[in-house]
């Protein structure tokens, strides 16, 4: 495993993370390089391992905050969840654009995912996620068929879009639960807007 010494403050720690994923410009390596030589300050190590983590985190968190449900959205989803479990129920106008609109932001995540390569530190959350946005995606595809059925169709299907829907919040959680895990091993801030 490779160290680096460096005399780090926040604004240079940012600095050395987003220069490891080539969004920093060579001089501005160099210029940050000759401020870190002039400093009185104790060298701290920091491995490249942990850079990537840094690094991965970081695009992550991109992909998660693009992938998110707003408020609104999610106040949808769990009215239109609350239509599919009364196979009685009309599904509202709304139903279909916001189906639609999850179905392409899971698409998009999971292709961005799939992009994004893992230290080894992160590839349990990295598949988690991955896993969570295709079962995702596929949950609200079969919610989207489930409204053009009838209601006893739609009586059948329920029990199996209630499991899925348990599993999908039990994996949802334990994705959370790793995600934490990692950001306080590495003194990452917790994904936020």
Not at 33 to 43: F, I, K, V, Y
Not at 90 to 103: C, D, N, Y
Request: one cysteine or more; a positive charge.
């Amino acid at each position: 495993m490779r160290k680096l010494a460096v005399s780090l403050n926040h604004v240079q720690l940012l600095l050395l993370v987003l220069g490891s994923l080539s969004i920093v410009g060579f001089a501005q390596k160099e210029l940050l390089a000759q401020q870190l030589e002039g400093s009185e300050c104790r060298p701290t190590y920091v491995s490249q391992d942990a850079l990537d983590v840094y690094g991965w985190f970081n695009r992550y968190d991109a992909i998660r905050r693009h992938s998110r449900m707003s408020l609104r959205e999610k106040i949808q989803s769990r009215h239109l969840f609350m239509l599919v479990l009364n196979p009685m129920a009309l599904f509202s106008s709304e139903a279909t654009p916001l189906l639609k609109r999850m179905i392409e932001k899971y698409d998009w995540a999971i292709r961005q995912m799939e992009e994004l390569k893992p230290p080894k530190e992160t590839a349990a959350l990295h598949e988690g996620y991955i896993h969570y946005f295709k079962d995702a995606r596929q949950l609200f595809a079969d919610i989207c068929e489930a409204e053009n059925t009838s209601s006893e169709e739609r009586r059948k299907i329920l029990p199996e879009l209630i499991s899925r829907k348990r599993e999908l919040e039990k994996l949802d959680r334990e994705n959370k639960e790793t995600d934490a895990r990692l950001r306080r091993k590495y003194d990452i801030a917790p994904l936020k807007g």
